[in-house]
């Protein structure tokens, strides 16, 4: 017992060293319970730096500045590229996450918690793998066999990918058009742009022969010799000019046409049509989990995940998050619960299973979720996308019924034939 509180102290030490903050006189004392908490905030600022899924640069950036004004949530005052590189070059730590000192902490926590930590733990085996070309180092194998669990875990996300890219033989699905954003007015301008990097000629001179830096300007108040006025502003205003050439409105056409989304089960291709027309497209923002709208979603599809393991041979791999009853010691403590009877989930995994089912279009930082889409399109709430695309039911019925008067017109037409 002396011997693995010795551990847990020295192991505590070490992570709120990688994390930037010092333990308390308080928390050494008794470690067990800040050790899991430190280490489940070492596993969320790791993944918050390294970015999961879809992140485009834009949001990388933001990322970081929403990293360091929150140090009260990630690592206080440390860079995500400094917390990455303690996290990857310093194999001590991940020994920690396959130490048996751990492993009594996790034992001792609350459920919630429990299935928390697991879900991290696997996400960030899944980023290491993506960062090292499928590659992961060989201290994750004493972490696998001290948390079994986490084969239970992957065990289910594998099936559910398998539900989403095994082809159902189904008719694709076609959504009627997304609503578009409404396009603002660029303001006027009362003269004409100075000049360019790329253009040495000052326009406010040539075009209204007046410039207010006079002889300070940087740029020609004159056209030098062979210059083409016209093919100068034709590049200026985004107008292609000869063959070849590439401008602004070339680029935005080039990111509108992305690749398709490739072929999924209609279930998934449902699912995914929903996330994409939710979560805002990450050149542009994120949805934090505390929006109302990713609740739903994230809920929604849990609900949905569920139901349909429930009803396989993985029904047990559920145990791993559902809730304790009321009264029971790992059980709901809160008034809502003992009114209702208590809850039936004790963790959702809301970021897991949106990364599987939203594969190469979901992207998570420390900002918050977002999506791979096609730009112009604004974010519509739960309620607005599916009165616009309706319900799976609604969906299948309707392909079921196309179905059926094509089965009845080819039997009309077979027996016009015998006739």
Known sequence: LRQGLLDSRSALQMICAALGTVPTADLLERP?????????????????????????DAATSRAGTVFASEPATFAGGCAPSAILMRWYDTPRLLSIF??????????????????????????????????????????????????????????????????????????????????????????????????????????????????????????????????????????LKGRKVGPGSSTIRDIEAAIEARRPDPPTSRWASWWRELIRSMLPLGTDAASTIQDADVRKLAVSLWRDVAAWVSKSDMKDHLRLFTAEPVGHPDGPTDAVSNIF????????????????????????????????GPPGYRCETFLEVIVRIGNMDDAASTTQAEGHSGSRRRSRSRSQNRV
């Open 341 to 372: 009877g208590g809850a039936e989930w004790a963790f959702v995994p809301a970021t897991d299973i949106l990364l599987i089912v939203g594969e190469g279009i979901v992207g998570v930082t420390a900002e918050g979720f977002m999506a791979d």
């Open 32 to 56: 067990q319970e800040a050790l899991f908490a430190e280490s489940t905030r070492l596993l969320t600022t790791v993944l918050a730096a390294a970015g999961e899924g879809e992140v485009p």
């Open 98 to 235: 396959g130490s048996p000192v751990l492993r009594m902490a996790y034992d001792c926590s609350r459920k919630r918690f429990r299935a928390q930590f697991l879900c991290l733990l696997n996400r960030a085996t899944m980023a290491e793998a993506r960062r090292q070309e499928g590659c992961v180092r060989s201290e994750w194998q004493v972490v696998f066999a001290q948390f079994a669990e986490l084969g239970t875990w992957r065990d289910l996300l594998e099936r559910l990918k398998e539900r989403v890219w095994t082809l159902d033989g189904k008719t694709p699905c076609t959504w009627p058009e997304r609503p578009k954003q409404k396009k603002q007015a660029p303001p006027a301008r009362t003269m004409p742009p100075e000049g360019d990097k790329s253009d040495p000629i000052c326009w406010n001179f040539v075009t209204s022969n007046y410039c207010s830096k006079g002889d300070r300007c940087r740029y020609l108040h004159r056209f030098p010799p062979g210059y083409d006025a016209h093919k100068a502003d034709a590049v």
